[in-house]
């Protein structure tokens, strides 16, 4: 069934113009940051069976615009990609169907480190989420996670030739180390960025003195990136920043309405990638982002990069 099209001249990004790829691969997470969608959102989940994308149903949806691509990003913003259990294979269809940069975000605790020294040789830039250089520190925001574990997932990567990258989120308690931070990720061999958090609340205070650069989301993701999100459960979304059947910042509640009650025409079970492009939702939201994003400053992630 095809969405209605109830624009005639409408002016929406077509499939032959996406550029890149943002997957939610997973719902699926081993640890529990606290200010995570997923423990926002998603807390009953622990009891739940976890929702792994349908890599079936998507690889055939996204085969016609995997050549045009010129970044894959693995990230999401529900889970720990490295958890689906077809993260291999996914990643080697990639390799076989497109040219694209193809980078995982990750918390480097799953799997063990023979696994990561092979995941090296894939071709893949790893992102590690290592919000500290302690072991007291680290916990104390990647709840459920082992220090050592992902600093020996990280050099077994970088040791079988992966390019990776340190993402360390900043908070008052852990601003002191990121001088250890960055004599470490030197002596490595890996970038590190430095990131305000999303939240800061109760025992996660802003830092005293880090600084960072103003990165705004001034640059839309979906309008002049030209990225499509898609979501574990095959939604299509117009920016991993903007979920409104999750959100609780309200934008604007006729946005909300319309999303909403066109919630099922997102889905890439029934529709391909065309007719969700072409729903009234998106054209909306490609003419008129600027005027929420901004009033809201949705997307504030600044960060450092050294
Ligand atoms: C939902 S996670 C998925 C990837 C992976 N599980 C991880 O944590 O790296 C997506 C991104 O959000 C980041 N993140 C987690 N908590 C954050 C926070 N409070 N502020 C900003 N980014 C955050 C993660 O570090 C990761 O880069
Ligand atoms: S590791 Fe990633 S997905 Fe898991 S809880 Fe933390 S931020 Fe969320
Ligand atoms: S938050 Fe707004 S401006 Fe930023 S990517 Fe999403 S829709 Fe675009």
Same mark, same amino acid.
């Given at each position: 069934m095809?969405?209605p099209h109830?624009?005639?001249e409408?002016?929406l990004?077509l499939p032959?113009?996406i ?10 997470c081993?640890i529990k940051? %606290? ?6 959102y998603?807390?009953h989940?622990d009891k739940?069976k %976890?929702?792994d994308?349908?890599?079936?149903l998507?690889?055939?949806?996204i085969k016609q615009?995997?050549g045009?691509?010129?970044?894959v990003s693995l990230?999401?913003?529900f889970?720990?990609p490295?958890?689906h259990p ?10 076989e169907h497109t040219?694209?940069k193809l980078?995982i975000?990750t918390?480097?605790?799953?799997h063990?480190a023979?696994w990561w020294? &092979?995941?090296?040789?894939?071709g893949?830039h =790893?992102?590690?989420s290592i919000? @500290?250089?302690?072991s007291e ?6 709840v459920?996670?082992d220090?050592?574990? =992902? ?6 990567f970088?040791d079988? @030739?992966g390019?990776a990258?340190w ?8 601003e002191?180390?990121i001088?250890?931070?960055?004599t470490?990720a030197?002596?490595? @061999?890996c970038?590190i960025?430095f990131?305000?958090s999303?939240?800061? &609340? ?5 830092p005293?003195?880090?600084?960072p650069?103003?990165?705004k989301c001034?640059?839309c993701k979906?309008?002049?990136?030209k990225?499509?999100?898609?979501a574990?459960d095959?939604? =299509?979304?117009f920016c ?5 059947r999750?959100?609780d910042?309200?934008l604007? %509640? ?15 079970k029934h529709?391909e990638?065309q ?10 939201m490609?003419k008129?982002?600027f005027k929420?994003c901004? &009033?809201?400053?949705l997307g504030?992630d600044?960060?450092?990069i050294?």
């Amino acid at each position: 069934m095809s969405a209605p099209h109830l624009y005639k001249e409408a002016t929406l990004m077509l499939p032959a113009d996406i550029k890149r790829l943002h997957l939610d691969l997973t719902n699926n997470c081993n640890i529990k940051c %606290p200010f995570c969608s997923r423990t926002k959102y998603l807390p009953h989940l622990d009891k739940k069976k %976890p929702v792994d994308m349908d890599w079936c149903l998507i690889s055939k949806r996204i085969k016609q615009i995997a050549g045009q691509l010129i970044h894959v990003s693995l990230c999401g913003t529900f889970g720990e990609p490295t958890l689906h259990p077809l993260i291999l294979n996914i990643i080697q269809w990639f390799r076989e169907h497109t040219t694209a940069k193809l980078s995982i975000d990750t918390n480097g605790t799953t799997h063990n480190a023979a696994w990561w020294h &092979k995941l090296a040789t894939l071709g893949v830039h =790893v992102c590690f989420s290592i919000d @500290g250089t302690s072991s007291e520190n680290y916990t104390k925001y990647r709840v459920g996670a082992d220090l050592n574990t =992902v600093m020996s997932h990280m050099t077994s990567f970088i040791d079988g @030739g992966g390019k990776a990258e340190w993402q360390f989120i900043v908070f008052k308690s852990n601003e002191h180390e990121i001088e250890t931070a960055k004599t470490l990720a030197r002596t490595l @061999g890996c970038k590190i960025i430095f990131k305000t958090s999303r939240n800061y &609340k109760n025992s996660f205070s802003k830092p005293l003195e880090f600084n960072p650069l103003n990165n705004k989301c001034n640059t839309c993701k979906f309008v002049h990136r030209k990225e499509l999100y898609i979501a574990h459960d095959r939604q =299509v979304e117009f920016c991993c920043r903007y979920q409104p059947r999750y959100s609780d910042t309200t934008l604007e %509640p006729k946005i909300e309405k319309l999303y909403l009650s066109q919630l099922a025409l997102f889905d890439l079970k029934h529709h391909e990638l065309q007719d969700v492009l072409r729903t009234p939702y998106f054209e909306f939201m490609e003419k008129f982002y600027f005027k929420f994003c901004k &009033k809201y400053h949705l997307g504030n992630d600044s960060e450092l990069i050294t």
